[in-house]
């Protein structure tokens, strides 16, 4: 179990909690095992993130890289379609697969990744222009506070929003159309800092974004070891802006250092928007 959770990028404690049942219910799904179209509740699985791939090498943009059969995989699905000759319908089944591998070519990147880089390059922001959404669980609502007002006292629109259900703090990300997420979570290590990395692909913002708060808190606090990890969780996953999962494991740290992860939380974010490096 521990092992198919590393492999997946999701929480690896070895334990069949709502994460780690959900991802094994959609690696259970090849690309033309069934029909795919677009309802409510969307379609999940490896089949269509393997959809969304194809499509993305293609020059089709899908959307996020998330395996959620949504409006813009959709799209790129009915523009494939019209392209090669089929009727344009957003479904995919024997036949569109089979025209999908007769015509799948593999490039250097994803048109995801390429357009989500100039999107940042040519959209700068200063910290006071900017709006963060500061999420967590109800435990850790104390500290998404502060960072909340210290990214407010630095000029930012943030709101700190709590839940135990991360589909659904995505979800409100999402309403506030923020432009960064700051999630906060415990974690089975030390410190770790996530982003979305899975179904082939990495978010070339969430990984810059992390590297950068992982540079300011490894400054901060040099005595706890950080790691990075690209992860699938639910938050990461589902937000449409660049997200981050800062996750630490002692809860005294949580208290006790709150104030210095604010401000490597604003220092990053500052950096962040100016000059992604991407």
Not at 123 to 141: D, M, N
Not at 191 to 197: D, E, G, K, L
Not at 223 to 239: A, D, F, K, V, W
Request: aromatic letters at 8%; proline letters at 5%.
């Amino acid at each position: 179990m521990s092992e198919f959770q590393t492999k997946r990028g999701i929480p690896n404690h070895g334990v069949c909690d709502k994460i780690t049942w959900m991802a094994l219910v959609e690696a259970g799904y090849q690309l033309g095992d069934r029909v795919l179209y677009l309802k409510r509740p969307m379609f999940r699985g490896d089949d269509v993130s393997e959809l969304q791939y194809r499509l993305g090498s293609l020059g089709f943009d899908p959307g996020n890289l998330d395996g959620i059969y949504g409006p813009k995989t959709a799209k790129a699905l009915n523009e494939f379609q019209f392209n090669v000759g089929l009727p344009a319908d957003g479904i995919c089944g024997r036949t569109t697969v089979q025209e999908l591998k007769r015509v799948y070519g593999r490039s250097s990147e994803h048109i995801r990744g390429v357009r989500e880089r100039a999107y940042l390059r040519s959209r700068r922001l200063s910290l006071a222009e900017a709006t963060v959404a500061v999420v967590s669980p109800h435990e850790l609502e104390v500290s998404a506070e502060i960072i909340s007002l210290r990214l407010r006292q630095n000029g930012a629109k943030s709101l700190n929003i709590s839940s135990v259900d991360q589909s659904e703090l995505a979800h409100l990300a999402n309403e506030l159309k923020a432009d960064a997420c700051i999630h906060l979570e415990f974690s089975t290590s030390a410190v770790q800092i996530a982003y979305y990395s899975g179904f082939s692909y990495t978010s070339p913002a969430g990984q810059s974004l992390a590297q950068l708060i992982a540079q300011e808190l490894t400054a901060q606090l040099p005595s706890h070891p950080l790691t990075l990890r690209g992860m699938t969780l639910p938050i990461l996953r589902e937000t449409q802006m660049p997200t981050v999962s800062l996750q630490i494991q002692a809860p005294s740290l949580w208290v006790t250092q709150a104030p210095v992860i604010a401000e490597s939380v604003q220092l990053a974010l500052t950096q962040f928007f100016q000059d992604p490096r991407i």
